[in-house]
């Protein structure tokens, strides 16, 4: 699975939104990009994920560069419980193919 | 409501003791994994499953064991041979079928040595 570059740590002002960047630049063409945040002390919950076309659910925007070579997760109104580390990981689909989880993002929503 | 369910939240382990760790999924999914988070870094993977009766080992395996007698169940056990076993421990399920299903977890256990 390709390797992802991530900020070790952003700030963001509580209501703006907050633009999570992510390096793949190795990423193949079946490799599919996922976002993930884990609170301290919590399990990881997903939040998003897609392989070429840009992506919306409730929580978030995910949005993938035409060469897929980089993402960025937007949270669009960020709030103090959005503090989290953020993680983003690039997969191939295969059944019981598992997720590499790096260090990730730490966001810091500040009031 | 439909989840995963990791107990205990905390362990406490002797030296030279097993421990046995819970996870059970109401989620219907067919593949379930642990982890190890150790702190300040990312998940490791211990071992997976994708099918009852049938478990893979993954990257640090050594010191663990599983078993998957029902699809709902993936307890794993910490066993003496593991000589550092204080970490943060994460359970998770997917759907297996469709495979860019994302995987959910559960709210860990953590574990630490007496």
């Known amino acids: 699975d390709a390797k992802t570059t991530q900020p070790t740590s952003m700030d963001c002002a509580e209501g703006r939104a907050a633009n999570l960047p992510c390096n793949h630049s190795?990423?193949?063409?079946?490799?599919?990009v996922y976002w993930y945040r884990q609170i301290h002390s919590q399990g990881p919950q997903y939040i998003i994920h897609g392989l070429k076309n840009n992506e919306t659910n409730e929580m978030a925007s995910l949005i993938i560069t035409e060469d897929r070579k980089s993402s960025t997760l937007i949270l669009p109104h960020a709030t103090l419980r959005d503090t989290a580390v953020y993680y983003c990981?690039?997969?191939?689909?295969?059944?019981?193919?598992?997720?590499?989880f790096g260090t990730g993002t730490s966001l810091t929503v500040i009031p | 409501d439909g989840g995963i369910t990791q107990s205990p939240k905390y362990l406490f382990r002797k030296e030279g003791q097993n421990v046995t760790l819970s996870c059970e999924q109401n989620l219907n999914h067919d593949a379930m994994y642990w982890y190890r988070q150790d702190p300040g870094q990312g998940l490791r993977l211990i071992y997976y499953?994708?099918?009852?009766?049938?478990?893979q080992k993954g990257d640090i395996a050594e010191g663990y064991s599983v078993s998957r007698e029902k699809k709902e169940s993936f307890p794993l056990t910490v066993t003496s041979a593991q000589k550092n076993p204080t970490a943060f421990y994460l359970c998770a399920s997917s759907i297996v079928v469709g495979g860019d299903q994302p995987q959910h977890f559960g709210d860990g256990t953590r574990l630490s040595i007496l």
């Open positions: 990981i690039v997969r191939v689909a295969v059944p019981g193919n598992q997720f590499y």
């Open positions: 499953s994708q099918i009852v009766n049938d478990f």
């Open positions: 190795t990423i193949s063409g079946n490799e599919y």
